[in-house]
Nanobody
Framework: QVQLVESGGGLVQAGESLRLSCAAS????????MAWYRQAPGNRRELVAS???????NYADSVKGRFTISRDNAKNTVYLQMNSLKPGDTAVYYC??????????WGQGTQVTVSS
């Protein structure tokens, strides 16, 4: 059983930055991919960014150029650097670990609120 714990959320003004962290209880290098999702009230959960075992990254069009996903295998931690935040980025952000086999693991989420 793998546990994921997100941190780093908070209330910021538009244009500011936040860095989210996702600490895993297991070796993230063993997962096929790690990802960040977000869910705003009344909306479906959507993919924000993902990073594969080899380091390849993928971003939602809405965050390209502003967000950066990275991983530190030694710390078993995945990060999401969020710059130039907009009110539309307000959501609960979730970390997901995708194993090679079996079910995905999710964290409990961290709230990000961007005021205009």
């Amino acid at each position: 059983q793998v546990q994921l714990v997100e941190s780093g959320g908070g209330l910021v003004q538009a244009g500011e930055s936040l860095r989210l962290s996702c600490a895993a209880s297991g070796r993230i290098s063993s997962f096929n991919a790690m990802a960040w999702y977000r869910q705003a009230p009344g909306n479906r959960r959507e993919l924000v960014a993902s990073i594969g075992r080899g380091g390849s990254t993928n971003y939602a069009d809405s965050v390209k150029g502003r967000f950066t996903i990275s991983r530190d295998n030694a710390k078993n931690t995945v990060y999401l650097q969020m710059n130039s935040l907009k009110p539309g980025d307000t959501a609960v952000y979730y970390c997901k670990a995708v194993p090679i086999l079996g079910i995905d693991y999710w964290g409990q989420g961290t709230q990000v609120t961007v005021s205009s």
